[in-house]
């Protein structure tokens, strides 16, 4: 398993920006990639951003595409969300998973979890 802490959420004005992280721990990172998820009230938890399998491949939801986005150091086992241009429909807590090789995500690890508000 891989140990997932989120951190950097907040109360961000629309039109402001936040970077959440997510420091992994445990299994070696070349067996599993990562991203980030989020779940607003009432919705079910949907898809953000991640990386790919293939280097350098990175996919966005089409809400976030051109504001937000994902990039890692690999050094500290971490990944960040950069999130721009924020809007109150942003409004969410945010989830870092990674996915197995040969796994779903939501066969996967899942971190505590960071809220997001963003106030029009």
């Known amino acids: 398993q891989v140990q997932l802490v989120e951190s950097g959420g907040g109360l961000v004005q629309a039109g402001g920006s936040l970077r959440l992280s997510c420091a992994a721990s445990?299994?070696?990172?070349?067996?599993?990639?990562m991203g980030w998820f989020r779940q607003a009230p009432g919705k079910e938890r949907e898809f953000v951003a991640c990386?790919?399998?293939?280097?350098?491949?990175?996919y966005y939801a089409d809400s976030v595409k051109g504001r937000f986005t994902i990039s890692r150091d690999n050094a500290k086992n971490t990944v960040y969300l950069q999130m721009n241009s924020l809007k109150p429909e942003d409004t969410a807590v945010y989830y870092c998973a990674a996915q197995f090789k040969g796994s779903s995500w939501s066969g996967g690890s899942w971190g505590q979890g960071t809220q997001v508000t963003v106030s029009s």
């Open positions: 990386f790919g399998w293939s280097a350098g491949s990175t």
């Open positions: 445990g299994r070696t990172s070349s067996t599993y990639v």
